[in-house]
T-cell receptor
């Protein structure tokens, strides 16, 4: 089945530790996105990548880093510099072709920093 | 003021009721999405529309581009419709990012 997988579903880390969230898609989509969701707020864009080996900062990139070495993978690292890392993280992907292509979402990873 | 506003924030209904969720936006868009998020957190796309009306089963989505307003209707609501419904607009500038509303939490009781 085609889709987006994120692992793990729940992640616990101690304060000060870096942690990497996995996102893999087999939809052959060019563009991939990372969003953060906090209670009472809409999803906010952390980073996006429109093509392999290229990525751009979104609205709240501070304290995060990404890589896009393969088309199907877009891991997100939450560094110790991120002041408030506890949140729900969603990965998404989309085809860059012409027209309004639908964006597909992964199941999310809930990160709790203790 | 948020670029995408949804109302109501919370909605409770009895099974069988007709439900309407509203979304207003203030930016130029190329498309509007209605998304459903279940308690587990995963998000499913319900509709993507840029004009008129779309229907899928008991769900209907409409958009009025001139008034910058969209509605999501659920006919004959059922407890399994209980979820958070999110409106998101695809901006027609820059790299066309999605801007999300804060969601409407719907609870349908038997």
């Amino acid at each position: 089945d085609g889709g987006i997988t994120q692992s793990p579903k729940y992640l616990f880390r101690k304060e000060g530790q870096n942690v990497t969230l996995s996102c893999e898609q087999n939809l052959n989509h060019d563009a991939m996105y990372w969003y953060r969701q906090d209670p009472g707020q809409g999803l906010r864009l952390i980073y996006y990548s429109q093509i392999v080996n290229d990525f751009q900062k979104g609205d709240i990139a501070e304290g995060y880093s990404v890589s896009r070495e393969k088309k199907e993978s877009f891991p997100l690292t939450v560094t110790s510099a991120q002041k408030n890392p506890t949140a729900f993280y969603l990965c998404a992907s989309r085809n860059r072709g012409g027209g309004n292509n639908e964006q597909f979402f992964g199941p999310g990873t809930r990160l709790t920093v203790l | 003021k948020n670029e995408v506003e949804q109302s109501p924030q919370n909605l409770t209904a009895q099974e069988g009721e007709f439900i309407t969720i509203n979304c207003s936006y203030s930016v130029g868009i190329s498309a509007l999405h209605w998304l459903q998020q279940h308690p587990g957190g995963g998000i499913v796309s319900l509709f993507m529309l840029s004009s008129g009306k779309k229907k899928h089963g008991r769900l209907i989505a409409t958009i009025n581009i001139q008034e910058k307003h969209s509605s999501l209707h659920i006919t004959a609501s059922h407890p399994r419709d209980s979820a958070v419904y999110i409106c998101a607009v695809r901006m027609n500038t820059g790299f066309q990012k999605l801007v999300f509303g804060t969601g409407t939490r719907l609870l349908v009781s038997p």
